[in-house]
């Protein structure tokens, strides 16, 4: 697999379109960051990591366990995810240059120096670094 990222928000998005509960991603420190960042804003209800067996396979793999957030009637809360940044084409913007995403309904999530943060965070701290992701 050549983006993970892009692995991580398929499923979200796949989820989401399909009203699933929760959804299964292998886990890594950049992903686990992103849930978190979903979560604190507001995307998604939680996550956890477990560790499971997958069939045929003989030792334990850690996977990011997303339960997803739905409004009162069913109604999505993530209306959309896009990756931005990949890997044949990087975007990077400067902490003053980061754009709203949705006319400031949704977040921008930027890897900087500092760490993950939303873009709004980046500009209030003053940094820019590679966009990954919008979402609304």
Request: net charge positive; aromatic share 4%; hydrophobic share 40%.
């Amino acid at each position: 697999m050549t983006d993970p990222i892009a692995d991580m928000l398929t499923r979200l998005r796949n989820a989401v379109q399909a009203k699933r509960a929760r959804v299964d991603i292998p886990a890594s420190r950049l992903k686990l960051e992103i849930a978190k960042i979903l979560q604190d804003e507001g995307y998604i209800q939680g996550f956890t990591v477990v560790e499971e067996v997958p069939e045929g396979a003989r030792t334990a793999q850690k996977v990011v366990r997303i339960a997803l957030k739905y409004g009162p009637r069913g109604e999505r809360v993530i209306t959309g995810i896009e990756r931005v940044s990949r890997p044949g084409r990087r975007v990077y913007f400067g902490h003053d240059e980061v754009p709203p995403v949705l006319a400031g309904l949704g977040i921008s999530i930027l890897t900087t120096s500092r760490g993950l943060m939303t873009g709004r965070q980046a500009s209030r701290s003053g940094v820019g670094g590679e966009v990954l992701c919008n979402v609304w």
